[in-house]
């Protein structure tokens, strides 16, 4: 949390090597959770530029005592990716077209079966499963109030359990 | 207990929380309950796992750029590959610079020259209102004024201008401030008196600091100009937003002219800042860039916001282009109070943003 508190001093006194490092070490994680938002790799890669320097041109914007600048980073690109989508697909909604994301590199079944649930459900759980994310964290990225997160955890993580099994008997049990 | 009610708890579990001690005695002996605990944590592992496997993929990320960095190395690519004697490219640059000097103090002798003062305000935290323009040659564009919040204060300001002396310009300065926590005032006999106030001597290029009491202290800074600036231009900055000599209409009816409220034009580009259109009797708007809590949506095409409130359709016209962006965000609050009784029916303040939750504003009074 120190560290966090000193990493923002740095940002908004315009310390562009602070913000350069930060951005290497956030970035890909943000890329790949848009890749999951949105599927389009120029989609991606435009959010995550306006998503990126709307904060180094507004670090203010953040406040520390409401959550991690790492959380304050995934809901501004989860904001971004909204925007996106209104504006391209008339629609913001995200996820409402499935994401295109190579299930065959990843070689995993689960992420088969992570494309099939609802976008929230895979946003809740990306964040939780693989970023890490806390409750009180996952409450400010998805403006859900913090008693709803765990309940909404669970229905997410029940739904790519059924999801789960049904892919795992259509191939005969391979995991 | 059946596993029903347990399984919300096993997903908890999974999140490293503690969970009722009646939950996890059934937890620990019931089968099915141990299955749906293995499966979630065998999707979590698997999840894991697919999201290490695409960050590996996504290593060759590009670089954050600088722009200090691009003029470091621009400068030395070409301080390296130079065709020329360097002696000579310095007695060039040596040149400029003296070219260039000469220019700045021409320049600066214009701006002393200048009939206008462009007077920005800030408060204690941060800009009062858009920076306005007071004319040393036409007494009817010779005064600023400006009301709203300042922390818990109210605070109005009148400020004329009424001498000049070289490069310097003597202003009257008139202040109202009480705290919001007394409720509204009548402020007819502050806007329709015209005596100057305080006079303070103030020198454009060189910050003022004036102090009122219980607010804190203000700051005016200024600059000389040729003329009265009629507008910016035609495309709006990144952040700004902006109206000139704007009308709004209800149910495509004008209901009100804001004109003389904002003296004709009013630009801002503090993306915090948010302009409320005030209506006397009838509440506040309050119009952002930032999602406000509350808020409906309205859309902006160039010059016209059209949003819906309370039942009618409204739009704001203006003789400019709003902003960059195609949609504002416009909270309507019929029952607000203002805190001072205005001379129109409607008028135009600003009001800061704070934010209350991620990604969305309130306003700060």
């Given at each position: 949390m120190a560290d966090d508190r000193k990493l923002w001093n740095r940002i908004e006194n315009g310390d562009a090597?602070?913000?350069?490092?930060?951005?290497?070490?956030?970035?890909?994680?943000?890329?790949?959770?848009?890749?999951?938002?949105?599927?389009?790799?120029?989609?991606?890669?435009?959010?995550?530029?306006?998503?990126?320097?709307?904060?180094w041109h507004h670090p203010h914007r953040f406040n520390p005592e409401l959550g991690s600048p790492r959380a304050y980073l995934f809901g501004a690109a989860r904001r971004q990716a909204a925007d996106w989508k209104r504006k391209h697909k008339g629609s913001d909604e995200l996820g409402s077209d499935p994401p295109v994301v190579n299930h065959l590199e990843i070689?995993?079944?689960?992420?088969?079966?992570?494309?099939?649930?609802?976008?929230?459900?895979?946003?809740?759980?990306?964040?939780?499963?693989?970023?890490?994310?806390?409750?009180?964290?996952?409450?400010?990225?998805?403006?859900?109030?913090?008693?709803?997160?765990?309940?909404?955890?669970?229905a997410a993580r029940e739904a790519l359990r059924t999801v789960w099994h049904v892919a795992r008997q259509h191939s005969g049990g391979r995991p | 207990m059946s596993c029903n009610d347990a399984a919300e708890y096993v997903s908890a579990l999974c999140d490293g929380e503690m969970i009722p001690p009646a939950v996890a005695q059934h937890i620990a002996t019931c089968p099915e309950c141990q299955v749906r605990l293995n499966d979630y944590l065998a999707l979590s592992v698997e999840l894991r796992r697919a999201g290490s496997l695409e960050l590996a993929g996504a290593a060759s990320s590009p670089h954050w750029t600088k722009p200090q960095n691009r003029v470091a190395t621009w400068w030395q690519k070409g301080?390296?590959?130079?065709?020329?004697?360097?002696?000579?490219?310095?007695?060039?640059i040596a040149g400029v610079v003296v070219l260039a000097s000469a220019l700045a103090v021409t320049k600066a002798r214009a701006h002393n020259t200048g009939t206008v003062v462009l007077l920005s305000t800030a408060g204690p935290n941060g800009p009062l209102g858009a920076d306005c323009p007071m004319s040393t040659q036409d007494n009817s564009k010779a005064m600023c004024s400006w009301y709203g919040h300042v922390?818990?204060?109210?605070?109005?300001?009148?400020?004329?201008?009424?001498?000049?002396?070289?490069?310097?310009?003597?202003?009257?300065?008139?202040t109202l401030s009480y705290p919001l926590s007394s409720g509204p005032r009548n402020l007819s006999s502050f806007a329709n008196d015209n005596e100057p106030g305080k006079k303070v001597w103030f020198e454009p290029g060189k910050p003022l600091k004036f102090d009122v009491p219980d607010v804190g202290t203000l700051t005016f800074k200024g600059q000389w100009l040729d003329r009265v600036p009629i507008l910016g231009t035609l495309d709006p900055g990144p952040n700004e937003l902006r109206l000139g000599r704007p009308l709004l209409l209800k149910d495509n009816v004008v209901?009100?002219?804001?004109?003389?409220?904002?003296?004709?034009?009013?630009?801002?580009?503090?993306?915090?800042?948010?302009?409320?259109?005030?209506?006397?009797?009838?509440?506040?708007?309050?119009?952002?860039?930032?999602?406000?809590?509350?808020?409906?949506?309205?859309?902006?095409?160039?010059?016209?916001?059209?949003?819906?409130?309370?039942?009618?359709?409204?739009?704001?016209?203006?003789?400019?282009?709003?902003?960059r962006s195609n949609h504002l965000w416009v909270l309507y609050q019929p029952h607000y109070q203002l805190h001072f009784t205005m001379k129109e029916h409607i008028g135009v303040g600003n009001a800061r943003l704070v934010q209350s939750k991620p990604g969305l504003w309130v306003p700060q009074d």
């Open positions: 090597d602070g913000f350069d490092s930060w951005y290497r070490e956030t970035a890909p994680h943000v890329r790949v959770f848009l890749r999951h938002l949105l599927g389009d790799e120029q989609a991606v890669e435009d959010v995550m530029q306006e998503t990126f320097t709307q904060i070689g995993s079944m689960v992420s088969e079966a992570l494309s099939h649930l609802t976008p929230d459900h895979q946003t809740l759980l990306w964040l939780r499963e693989v970023e890490g994310q806390s409750y009180e964290e996952l409450a400010m990225i998805l403006d859900l109030p913090l008693g709803t997160v765990r309940s909404r955890l669970f | 301080w390296g590959t130079m065709r020329i004697p360097k002696l000579a490219f310095g007695v060039l922390g818990s204060q109210f605070l109005a300001y009148k400020i004329r201008l009424l001498s000049r002396d070289g490069g310097r310009v003597l202003l009257g300065i008139r209901f009100g002219d804001l004109s003389s409220s904002i003296g004709g034009y009013y630009s801002q580009d503090d993306p915090d800042l948010a302009i409320v259109i005030y209506v006397q009797g009838q509440g506040r708007f309050v119009l952002s860039e930032l999602p406000i809590k509350g808020a409906v949506e309205a859309q902006v095409a160039m010059s016209r916001i059209s949003f819906e409130a309370a039942g009618h359709s409204w739009q704001l016209v203006s003789g400019v282009p709003v902003c």
